[in-house]
T-cell receptor
Framework: RKEVEQDPGPFNVPEGATVAFNCTYS??????FFWYRQDCRKEPKLLMS???SGNEDGRFTAQLNRASQYISLLIRDSKLSDSATYLC???????????FGTGTRLTVIP | DAMVIQNPRYQVTQFGKPVTLSCSQT?????MYWYQQKSSQAPKLLFH???????NEADTPDNFQSRRPNTSFCFLDIRSPGLGDAAMYLC?????????????FGPGTRLLVL
């Protein structure tokens, strides 16, 4: 079983729509959770960390559900510039390795 | 201002011909990582350095080696590239290990093996 699993998509949504991605992780000892964004042929960049209480950054909201071992990312009022692959990333305390999901591809359509 | 720099951005090599990819950082971070990312796949950690301490992932092939001559630079050496080694190679840095530290990625080097 993979450490981190994501629906690869693609998600094609119109501008202004709200879209949500989920990601599940297998290791119950996982401690840190992140969403990274990766544009085509570019490097991953940290979008936001995910905290136990959930957190919001502008149009982006991240949630963590430890009981069900999943994290989510909600994007409101989608912009064309939001088109990218969103990578779910999980790590365990003391671990050096980030475990990446394969990413969910989002295309926002005019 | 570039913080993690990778050269070259594109590298073409021949089957079996050794190749070296370069990474440098201006962040003065202790930790440098090398990832391999194939198309539509997640980045896969190959190894990392904490200062001069080298840490190899268990499933990293022997064909892949690394050098870190100083804090700023780290190299990935592929001794005998095969067709299956064609991928994007990402260098990343963080101030500490421990998983909670943000990793900063370079733009990657895309390797093509002919």
């Amino acid at each position: 079983r993979k450490e981190v699993e994501q629906d690869p998509g693609p998600f094609n949504v119109p501008e202004g729509a709200t879209v949500a991605f989920n990601c599940t992780y297998s290791n119950s000892a996982s401690q840190s959770f992140f969403w990274y964004r990766q544009d085509c042929r570019k490097e991953p960049k940290l979008l936001m960390s995910v905290y136990s209480s959930g957190n919001e950054d502008g149009r982006f909201t991240a949630q963590l559900n430890r009981a069900s071992q999943y994290i989510s990312l909600l994007i409101r009022d989608s912009k064309l510039s939001d088109s990218a692959t969103y990578l779910c990333v999980v790590t365990s305390i003391g671990a050096n390795n980030l475990f990446f999901g394969t990413g969910t591809r989002l295309t926002v359509i005019p | 201002d570039a913080m993690v720099i990778q050269n070259p951005r594109y590298q073409v090599t021949q089957f079996g011909k050794p190749v070296t990819l370069s990474c440098s950082q201006t962040l003065n971070h202790n930790v440098m990582y090398w990832y391999q990312q194939k198309s539509s796949q997640a980045p896969k950690l190959l190894f990392h350095y904490y200062d001069k301490d080298f840490n190899n992932e268990a499933d990293t092939p022997d064909n892949f080696q690394s050098r870190r001559p100083n804090t700023s630079f780290c190299f990935l050496d592929i001794r005998s590239p095969g067709l299956g080694d064609a991928a994007m190679y990402l260098c990343a840095t963080s101030s500490q290990t421990g998983g909670q530290e943000t990793q900063y990625f370079g733009p990657g080097t895309r390797l093509l093996v002919l």
